[in-house]
């Protein structure tokens, strides 16, 4: 009678959340769908669609169009995306991440007293990604010219209405960003009153920006008059921007406020094509960036999470939330240690780390009574093949670990819970970006998770460009991660990673979040909403999350105290229940509550049985799709 109660209590508990009312509507769209962080921008994704462009047109728009809105991005930054190819059928990953810069080594930001390089200003800055991996995408995908998809984002940095929450971030940022010349002049637009940056609904003019972008487009224009075709007049700005006059005022004033990037830097710089890394969970597969991203965790969590029945534990039930908390910590103890620049040498282990075998040993180490504090980064070279040895297993002792060997399982050998506060831990964990999702008719796709130059930006000289934070993602102690530290034209392991899933070999869902390390925590849970419990994508972007913390974290933070794991810390919904939280604390849970515990997800559905897009835009924030 008991297990026919809980069997029941567990449908209900399916049922009820699949019918689940939301805040914002569901979109549905046709011919195409344009979904991203702001109003403004995923109008300037279906203006591109009304042009005549693909989704690969009307993404480059959004993210032209976001980056001039500073939504937590500027130009300066970097780019990650996926893009289903309906030609080919494959999914193709664009890495536009940016590198560091010459002089940039370990050496030399400990000789400053660094323990990670920089959060803010010239020194925090990787090579500017985000204009190179959009002339890429544009011109290699696209079908527009580059006047036609810049066109909005030009008309915005000629002067637009800006919204609150960036106004007042000018604001809350003054003091620091009085520090660089070229911030306080666009940012302070009234210097010297008792509130310097612009009110909301202030037309905000960035005239230098405004003439960065014309150049781009005049280098085009120039290009097709000598008879270029739209790909080599689209690269023709690429080159302005990297290697001519562009560059030159970039580093100029970059290196004239203490930063390193040189021009040979931008010169030897290259968005990279990229074969996307996969799993099939429950006969879908999904796709995610390489290993330069965090985006393989969420690979590595659904082969464990294919062990277990999901369904039968009920949804956010307490077993379901220790599962899958468990289940990323496990993910996320092997992100901390084994990811980075796969163009650099040691060669990260992903083929161990990704395979189902692994996985099943991991999943071993679940124990369902109790949050183990001590999980950490398992050996994934037995599961290399070719008889891979683990060259750190002397590394990860001196970090204080020893490895289990009937489990393969590093467990600590000292206590690492101490550290930051919970509010500045939290606020590090959730530090954000943005997304865009697009969709047409003719089957292109394109997830696209850009970050980089947020406020406070620093801009380098006179062009409007704020320079990226990126740095502070790398180590500059082997001991933390062998991968992952700093050195010149490197990479540095990012948070960002945009998601895409097919079944039966036909687009499925393409999805993205902000908020830092907890991206695909937040995506693995909007993901197990629609394919185990059959929410819509709207449903699934609203239904609440938790966040765990017992993970290293990857931005902020000057003491590597600050970013040290806090085991049994987890973030739970407000509308959790009395009883799931008494078992979670029984487990050994330190429960925090909220009332936002995910960033804002966008997302898009391909309804292959009507023929139609399902767009899911957060109700989080001011994220905002438009749907044809």
Known sequence: MKHLLTLFLCFSLIVSVTAQQTQKPVLHGKNWMA????????????????????????????????????????????????????????????????????????????????????????????????????????????????????????????????????????????????????????????????????????????????????????????????????????????????TGDIAKEFVRGCQEQGGLITMQDLAKWKPLEEEPLTTNYRGIDVYKLQQWTQGPVLLQALNVLE????????????????????TMNLTFADRDFYYGDNYFAPQEPMKGLLSKEYAKQRASLIQFDKNNPSLGPGDPYPFEGNGAKNPYLQLLKE???????????????????????????????????????????????????????????????????????????????????????????????VTLTPSMALKDGKPFLSFAVQGGDTQDQNLLQFFLNVADFGM???????????NTNQLWLSLGGTKIDDRKPKPGQILLHDSTPEPVREQLKKMGYILSFDDRTSGPINAIYFDWKHGSFWGGSSNHGEDYGIGW
């Open 35 to 242: 979904i991203t962080g702001k109003p403004l921008a995923a109008t300037a994704g279906a203006m591109t669609f009304q042009k005549g462009g693909n989704a690969v047109d009307a993404a480059c728009a959004m993210l032209a169009a976001t980056c001039t809105m500073w939504d937590v991005l500027s130009w300066g930054g970097e780019t990650q995306a996926l893009i289903y190819n309906p030609k080919t059928k494959k999914v193709i990953a664009i890495n536009a991440m940016g590198v560091a810069p010459t002089g940039a080594t370990a050496q030399f930001f400990k000789g400053k007293g660094y323990n990670f390089p920089p959060e803010y200003g010239p020194l925090a800055a990787t090579t500017p990604g985000t204009p190179g991996g959009l002339l890429h995408m544009l011109a290699n995908y696209g079908t527009l010219t580059l006047e036609q998809v810049l066109a909005p984002a030009m008309e915005m940095a000629a002067g637009y209405p800006i919204e609150a929450q960036t106004a007042n971030s000018f604001e809350r940022e003054k003091e620091r960003l009085k520090q660089w010349p070229y911030s306080k002049k666009v940012f302070l637009t009234h210097p010297g009153e008792k509130r310097e940056a612009p009110e909301a609904g202030e037309i905000f003019v960035q005239k230098d920006l405004l003439a960065t972008l014309t150049k781009l487009v005049e280098a085009e224009k120039a290009a097709r008059k000598k008879g270029k075709n739209r790909k080599e007049a689209i690269m023709a700005a690429y080159d302005r921007f990297y």
């Open 399 to 493: 970090r204080g670990y020893e490895l289990d060997t009937t489990k393969r399982n590093f467990a600590p050998t000292h206590d690492i819970r101490n550290g930051s506060s919970m509010v500045d831990y939290q606020q590090r964990l959730w530090l954000g970006t943005t997304t865009m999702e697009a969709a047409d008719k003719e089957g292109w796709v394109v997830s696209i998770t850009p970050s980089g130059g947020w406020n406070p930006a620093c801009i380098a000289g006179n062009t409007g460009v704020g320079m990226s934070q990126r740095m502070q993602s790398f180590v500059l102690d082997a001991e933390l991660n062998p991968f992952n530290v700093v050195e010149p034209g490197k990479r540095p392991r």
């Open 307 to 326: 062990n277990f029945d999901l369904k039968a534990m009920g949804y956010n039930s307490a077993k379901y939330i220790h599962t899958l908390y468990q």
């Open 536 to 546: 819509n994508v709207q449903q699934a972007a609203e239904a609440a999350n938790f």
